[in-house]
């Protein structure tokens, strides 16, 4: 099993900044890819970013360029820079992980992240 833990969500004005932070625990040695799903009232939670244990990154086309996934294999942690963010952007963050050839199986308990206009 893999446990995660985000932090570092918030309220913050639009055009703003946040960093997300997720720390795994257990067994990290099996997991690949790791990312960030967000979710609002009423809506399914989405995609936001994902990268592997290479390095190699995928993103929601709604946060290219004003999203940063990164990861630190050592520490087994991932984090999500948020710039210029937009009243869009609110809602419930939730770190993921992964094994290799499987879907996100393992989730954090979220964190909130409010964008105020």
């Known amino acids: 099993q893999v446990q995660l833990v985000e932090s570092g969500g918030g309220l913050v004005q639009a055009g703003g900044s946040l960093r997300l932070s997720c720390a795994a625990t257990g067994r990290t040695s099996s997991v690949y890819r790791m990312g960030w799903f967000r979710q609002v009232p009423g809506k399914e939670r989405e995609f936001v970013a994902a990268?592997?244990?290479?390095?190699?990154?995928d993103y929601a086309d709604s946060v290219k360029g004003r999203f940063t996934i990164s990861r630190d294999n050592a520490k087994n942690t991932v984090s999500l820079q948020m710039n210029s963010l937009k009243p869009e952007d609110t809602g419930v963050y939730y770190c993921a992980a992964s094994i290799p050839g499987a879907q996100f199986q393992y989730w954090g308990q979220g964190t909130q992240v409010t964008v105020s206009s």
């Open positions: 990268i592997s244990w290479s390095g190699s990154t």
